[in-house]
């Protein structure tokens, strides 16, 4: 029976679209780059951002760390609250707290947005441990993140990482903890299956199932 379970943040809980891809327009805009298709903005979500920047548009990292600080620019004071929670976000964690689970975010956004979406939402109250990247690049990797979640979280049975993303199922992977994907979130076809994910839920409902039911 899992008793922590860690959860990804954009695409798992909430539906952070509008306010990445808009941050990531106005990062481009910077460096003379127009983009205007919403699918190549799209792989921006999950994955770190200087990753994206420098994969997608062959910045080297000196100019992804700029476009980094011009995201952030917009992101902090627009772009964090253009964000809606995903449809039976909140009734699936208070039904886990219920349920007696320790619950964790684990994201690659950094933990001082992440803790002002929770508060946004009235989420925070429903988690035990809270970790995100810092703005100096530590725990930018997902693998990084989760371990220090587990190294907060004290004593614990049996772990598992719930994400939308292949980063959050090799990240849960080099910590030896299972993954259990979301079809609700980013991944493109197949990514969950292909990387790994135990489980995959198409719902809430379902995932809960997964969760406290092992279905």
Do not use: W
Request: proline letters at 3%; a negative charge; one cysteine or more.
């Amino acid at each position: 029976m899992y008793d922590l379970i860690l959860f990804d943040l954009d695409g798992t809980l909430t539906n952070p679209e509008e306010g990445i891809t808009k941050s990531v327009q106005y990062a481009l805009e910077g460096y003379g780059i127009t983009e205007n298709n919403i699918d190549n903005l799209r792989r921006f979500i999950g994955p770190p951002l200087v990753d994206g920047f420098m994969g997608f548009y062959g910045m080297n990292r000196e100019d992804a760390l700029g476009a980094l600080a011009r995201y952030r620019e917009r992101f902090s004071e627009v772009g964090l609250y253009e964000n809606e929670l995903l449809e039976g976000c909140e009734k699936l964690l208070k039904d886990l707290k219920e349920k007696g689970k320790k619950l964790a975010l684990a994201t690659s956004k950094p933990h001082i947005y992440a803790k002002k979406i929770l508060e946004h939402f009235d989420l925070i109250k429903y988690f035990d441990i809270l970790v995100g990247a810092e703005f100096d690049g530590t725990r930018n990797d997902k693998a990084d993140v989760i371990k220090e979640v587990l190294k907060q979280a004290g004593e614990y049975n049996n772990p598992v990482m719930v994400g939308d993303r292949m980063h959050d199922i090799i990240g849960a992977k080099k910590n030896n903890i299972p993954c259990i994907g979301v079809t609700f979130g980013f991944a493109v076809e197949g990514e969950l299956e292909e990387n790994g994910a135990i489980k995959i839920a198409d719902s809430m409902e379902n995932l809960f199932d997964i969760l406290v039911n092992h279905v």
